[in-house]
């Protein structure tokens, strides 16, 4: 501790910017709740007995797409308010590809022909 003066300016550490990289990386991230929304249309996902998985792949939530160790951890998961909150997000309709391009506003107009083609004229001579 000591009186010295100090090593390093208030606030240092604030400017550097690697600590972030651990947070902002895709380490930690969960599938999007549209790709969720697909798999239990198509039934939900069966897994085979794999060791590197927790619990062998047995007690797998599709909801937020995570593997347990056991039942009891499970249905202890099934309880949180993370489980709920992601249950209300799945129970919104999922987007489509039309409805993000309008949202984006590349919409299609369909407009009236500028020179509508000539009615046939009938010649009589």
Known sequence: MG?????????AASKNKGYRKYFLSTKHRTKDVDQVQDEIKKGGLKFDYDEDLPGGGQFYCVETARH??????????????EYKRRLK???????TQAEAEMAAGMTKEVLPPAHPPAAASSSST
């Open 68 to 81: 347990f160790v056991n039942a009891e951890a499970l249905a202890l998961h099934k309880k949180s308010k």
């Open 89 to 95: 997000r799945l129970k919104e309709e999922q987007y």
């Open 3 to 11: 009186n010295g003066p100090r090593s390093r300016k208030n606030g």
